[in-house]
Structures are given as C-alpha cells and as structure tokens.
C-alpha cells in the first residue's frame, strides 16, 4: 500500500498569505496524484487533478506541483472561504489512499 | 449539473447488515467509475470500494469480503452492501464519481450518508 504523508498537520495563516502544503508518497506515483478541499460539515472538492491540472471552477489562486514521490499544493493570496482540511489522494495504485489531512485556519 | 444523493444510512448493531445506494443524474452513468470512500467521525478520508464501468471491481483490504459494490446502470445507481459491521464501520460515506472510465480522480462527490454500528 502507498502510504501519503502531508505536511503540515496544521497551519495557522493570515488572509493574503501564501500557502504551501506537501504530500509524500511512500513510493512513486508518476502524476497520479489530486488535491481535494474539504470545509466544515461538507462533501470534499476536487481541486487540483494529475498533479498541476486544475478542476473546472476552482480559483486560479490554487495550483499544483510535483512528479514521483513528491507533491506539493499551493495557495496563493489566501482567503477567508479557504479555512479547510485539504487532502492528497493518488490513484497510481491499488489500493488507493489518502493522506491524514492538512487543515489551514485563519488568523 | 452532476448530482450525486446518497441513502440507506442508519443506526444498526454489531454484526448487522445495511445497503446505500446512491442516485445518479446529470451524467451518462454507464460511462463512468464509481468509488465508495468513507469518513470516520473526525478522521481523514478512506477508499472503500470503486467499480468500473464494465463493472470490474476494486475493495479496500479492510472490507474482507464483507461489503459488495454493485451498479445499475438501468437505474443510473450505485450500491454498497455491507455485512457483519462493527463499531469501526461507523462514518459518513460518501459516493464519489471518477473523472472517467480510466481517470481515477474523484470530481464529484455526494452529500455523504451516515452509518453508525452500535449496540
């Protein structure tokens, strides 16, 4: 199994700042890896798909980055709307996995 | 617009069986992956079950046999029968469809529903 290890758990930040979040796999993956958001009481979103192919409607401060084993998400100018818990998925193989979860809170 | 509603959660003991379904539209269903992933109360996000358009399916090892994805594509649904539930079974969750019959991203996701093993 592919183990995804995020980093970091928690990350205070000021509206405007820049967020950089990373994803490790335990092994490579090529570019089978996705970015999900999640807020408070509600279903996940796709964000960032194949590593650095952004989802229909998601705003162009976030974007992706990374190949093999190392990935990382980034959230320019952030927003008040983007407190979440985001999450690295790859789907290189089976059985699919998640990582634990990175959750940004607002200052 | 892609929709995706859930159902068939509920309260059931230990050792109980349930089966969600989940209704699609605003899709060609047959046409596309379908995947099961849950969400333990407060915990990160888990892949249960992922059926292929052709209906090829895909388990988490935690399953053990115990729960079955099926579809019907008549019915443009999606179903997981899960069986001898136990307390760790307990989640929200979720259907979630792929990005294509080949594209294992999840780019849309349902409500979620809720089980809860418990005695």
């Known amino acids: 199994e592919i183990v995804l290890t995020q980093s970091p758990g928690f990350q205070s930040v000021t509206p405007k700042e820049k967020v950089t979040i990373t994803c490790r796999a335990s092994?490579?993956?090529?570019?089978?890896l996705h970015w999900y958001q999640q807020k408070p009481y509600q279903s996940p979103k796709l964000l960032i798909k194949y590593a650095s192919q952004s989802f229909s409607g998601v705003p162009s401060r976030f974007s992706g980055s990374g190949y093999g084993t190392d990935f990382t998400l980034t959230i320019n100018s952030l927003e008040v709307e983007d407190a979440a818990t985001y999450y690295c998925?790859?789907?290189?193989?089976?059985?699919?996995?998640f990582g634990q979860g990175t959750k940004v809170e607002i200052k | 617009e892609v929709q995706l509603v859930e159902s068939g959660g509920d309260l059931v003991q230990p050792g109980g069986s349930l089966r969600l379904s989940c209704e699609a539209s605003?899709?060609?269903?047959?046409?596309?992956?379908m995947n099961w992933v849950r969400q333990a109360p407060g915990k990160g996000l888990e892949w249960v079950s992922h059926?292929?358009?052709?209906?090829?399916?895909h388990h988490a090892d935690f399953v053990k046999g115990r729960f079955t994805i099926s579809r019907d594509n008549a019915k443009n649904s999606l179903y997981l029968q899960m069986n001898s539930l136990t307390d760790e079974d307990t989640a929200v969750y979720y259907c979630?469809?792929?990005?294509?019959?080949?594209?294992?991203?999840?780019?849309?996701w349902g409500q979620g529903t809720q089980v809860t093993v418990s005695s």
């Open positions: 998925h790859q789907s290189s193989s089976l059985p699919w996995t």
């Open positions: 605003g899709f060609t269903f047959s046409s596309y992956g």
């Open positions: 979630a469809r792929a990005a294509s019959s080949s594209l294992n991203c999840f780019e849309n």
């Open positions: 059926i292929t358009s052709s209906g090829t399916i």
């Open positions: 092994q490579s993956i090529g570019n089978s």
